[in-house]
């Protein structure tokens, strides 16, 4: 199953599955961002009512939690013919059952504008959320003029919340063709609004903009109005691959969908949200709408996997509204009933934090799952064991096809070598769970080659086993390319063929890496000398960042996650270029040890001694409390086997992080001090970082480590 976006539906998908599981299902979630936007508070998020962390749903997290794979990424195009799914940077994708659920656009088709404005879109909010500060560099230290284009609900409690944002840096103007004509306000609320906003000194200004510039909007009646910056917060529109697949659309665009929120024409397609259009029933898009459609949508998806009968959605006319106005102040709006006060603010607060903390997950493991079954699920799998647990013929010769013209899989290859010695290097990896293996595979390549760079060498071939989970068809396939293109990916930089490789299928999904090298340079532990100096290629901490992300810390989010991910992500080759170019004979990586494991063996082979200084620097995320609270798996033993080389104060609050294990680590280098300028150039010109320096060597004393107080 794959559910695209993770808008207000979905995520109630993902949530459900966080207390079920459906034996034989595979969900995979592609979303734009790390974080979803809780609409609902974002106009509270804009006056500082809430931080980003409080309004955002931390997907990543919610996809471990629910056993799901996330892929940050954007769906560009839908084939339904082939039940395939065209992504932005990673490889297609193919679904049996998928839902969509990505929200809307601005609607911009009627408004030109000019590449010099200051227009920023309102819908997808995330896109809002993400603004917000270049929207505060404009504003800061100066008065403003600030068009907003709607005249919708929206776009009064966004002047509203941009009011209280800015105090009286702002005159803002709310221009519209249809300004509050939305049926389902009362004409107390209408009132109300229209009177909060006068005596907030917002302008209203009825017209239709069809051109926005620098200075100026136009209307289509010849009027201009002098703005700094525009908001657009226009109608509902719908992305392109949507009005390019062949799914049955509306006149505007939006995907049909019947009393089940299946698609009318594809009946392994759910669609909800604003990208939907009930048959016969259009209503307003609203938040309120996406998350009643999410309670069906859970439902019927769990129905449709095990076999039984869908229920149907009942799409209400009218619904509650509430308004934030200004301070702690909210416009209720139901029927004919319109309250101005405090208490409607504190209930929507109440309604608002009581749907977002459904999916914030307190510092706990999993939760305990009721099991269910896929439909068909008893007929097609029982794991004899007897073929060695291979994967599909059909699934490897399909993938070998593509990239290949091994087709009939020759029992082995020939790797032609200038020299007769090879550097030869394995390494495993299990991924981890949630993550996609497209990823995991860039990130075993890169763990693997560090062995081969730290060696002085240049990887040529590689061999590869993978371990892909119990699956069929859809999911294998899956699997077996996305580890294979993640792994191909990074190879190709380099020119390394892929030699030989063998999958199967087991409980533990993971990467076997055999790397060859050739050899470059003479690079080996032991010829440090005193003064030179070492240097890391990039912070630490995957370890206990990904101990405490998967423990389901609150005190990591989503942006924390992508950071780290990103820092999975980076390779050291260029960075050993910088370093064999500023004539650096000793190198290591660090790996599963720790950096103290990786410096003692330099001290010690080299016959010396070292001198840290360490500070925050160092680390991937600079929340120190994180490296005292949290540690991986390995880090007892690491410590263990280290701690008497070492002298450090107990109280170092540092301490940790020589112990936390690595997955593709910084290299760490050593640099002779004459040549440390030549070095810091090099590396900040190959590399978008700066290298990090945390000490020297010195003469050898009792210990191998020494670090400052
Ligand atoms: C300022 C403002 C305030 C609002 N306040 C309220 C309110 O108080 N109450 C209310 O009911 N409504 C409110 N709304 C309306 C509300 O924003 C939308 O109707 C609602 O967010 C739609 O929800 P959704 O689940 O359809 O999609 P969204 O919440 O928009 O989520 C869609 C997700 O899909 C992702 N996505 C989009 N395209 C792709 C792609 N191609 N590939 C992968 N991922 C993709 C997006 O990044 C996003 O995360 C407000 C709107 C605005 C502008």
Not at 95 to 108: A, E, H, M, R
Not at 664 to 689: A, C, H, R, V, W
């Amino acid at each position: 199953m794959v559910l695209i976006g993770g808008g207000h539906a979905n995520v109630q998908v993902l949530k459900k599955l966080c207390m079920n599981s459906i034996k034989g299902l595979h969900t995979i979630l592609i979303s734009e961002h790390f974080e979803a936007i809780y609409s609902g508070m974002t106009p509270g998020y804009i006056h500082k009512d809430f931080s980003k962390k409080e309004i955002s749903i931390d997907l990543q997290r919610l996809c471990y939690n629910a056993g799901a794979t996330f892929i940050q990424d954007k769906v560009i195009k839908l084939d339904t013919d082939h039940k395939e799914l065209q992504l932005q940077n990673f490889p297609p994708i193919y679904y049996d059952l998928l839902s969509i659920n990505t929200g809307s656009i601005s609607d911009t088709k009627k408004i030109k504008i000019e590449k010099s404005s200051k227009c920023f879109f309102v819908k997808p909010i995330s896109s809002l959320v993400k603004n917000l500060s270049r929207i505060d560099q404009i504003i800061k230290n100066k008065k403003n003029k600030i068009a907003i284009i709607g005249g919708g609900v929206a776009t009064y409690e966004l002047a509203f919340s941009l009011i209280r944002r800015y105090e009286s840096n702002l005159e803002i103007t709310i221009l519209g063709k249809n300004i509050l004509k939305e049926k389902n306000l009362n004409k107390k609320t209408k009132k109300n609004l229209k009177e909060i906003a006068k005596n907030l000194n917002i302008r209203e200004y009825p017209g239709e903009v069809i051109s926005i510039s620098e200075k100026n909007l136009i209307l289509k009646n010849g009027d201009k109005i002098d703005c700094d910056l525009s908001l657009v917060s226009t109608g509902a529109s719908i992305e392109t691959w949507i009005l390019e697949s062949k799914l049955i659309r509306d006149e505007n665009g939006f995907i049909k969908v019947n009393k089940n929120l299946l698609s009318t024409n594809e009946k392994n397609i759910f669609v909800t949200g604003d990208a939907c259009s009930i048959d016969n029933k259009p209503r307003p898009k609203s938040g309120v709408m996406a998350v009643r459609q999410g309670e069906v949508l859970k439902e019927n998806i769990f129905l449709k996997l095990t076999g039984k009968n869908l229920i149907k959605f009942k799409p209400q006319k009218n619904w509650l509204y509430l308004i934030g106005t200004y301070k702690n102040y909210a416009l209720l709006n139901y029927f004919f009933l319109s309250f101005h006060s405090r208490w409607c603010w504190r209930l929507k607060v109440w309604i608002d934090k009581n749907f977002i903390n459904n999916f914030k997950f307190t510092n706990n493991l999993r939760m305990t799952k009721r099991n269910f079954e896929l439909e068909n699920f008893k007929n097609t799998i029982m794991h004899c064991q007897g073929c060695g647990s291979k994967v599909s013929k059909n699934t490897l010769v399909n993938y070998i096809k593509k990239t290949s013209d091994n087709i009939y899989l020759k029992d082995s290859s020939i790797v032609n070598n200038k020299s007769l010695q090879i550097l030869q290097t394995i390494d495993h990896i299990k991924l981890f769970s949630s993550l996609n293996p497209f990823d995991f595979g860039k990130i075993s390549y890169l763990h693997s080659q560090n062995d081969i760079l730290a060696a002085g060498g240049v990887v040529k071939s590689l061999s590869v086993s993978l371990s892909v989970p119990f699956s069929e068809n859809s999911v294998e396939k899956f699997y077996l390319e996305y580890f294979m293109e993640g792994i191909r990916f990074e190879a190709d930089k380099n020119h390394c063929v892929i030699s030989s490789g063998h999958s199967y299928k087991s409980q533990e999904p993971g990467i076997t890496l055999t790397l060859n090298g050739e050899i470059e340079s003479n690079v080996s532990k032991n010829s440090a000398k005193v003064g030179d100096l070492i240097y890391l290629s990039k912070p630490l901490g995957t370890g206990y960042l990904l101990a405490a992300y998967f423990n389901n810390s609150e005190m990591l989010s989503g942006d924390d996650f992508e950071k780290i991910l990103n820092n999975l992500k980076k390779g050291n080759y260029f960075t050993v270029n910088s370093a064999k170019k500023s004539g650096s004979q000793t190198m290591t990586d660090i790996s599963g040890f720790g950096l103290s494991s990786h410096l003692i063996d330099i001290c010690l082979s080299s016959n010396l001694s070292s001198e840290l200084i360490l500070s925050s620097d160092i680390l991937i995320n600079s929340n120190i409390d994180l490296l005292r609270i949290f540690k991986s798996t390995g880090f007892d033993n690491n410590q263990k086997s280290s701690s008497e080389y070492i002298k450090i104060s107990e109280n170092h609050p540092l301490k940790n992080i020589l112990f936390d294990p690595q997955t593709n680590g910084p290299m760490l280098i050593t640099i002779n001090k004459q040549n440390q300028k030549k070095f810091e150039n090099y590396f900040s010109n190959e590399t978008d970082i700066k290298p990090i320096l945390i000490g020297r060597f010195i003469d050898k004393l009792e210990k191998a480590i020494y670090v400052n107080e």
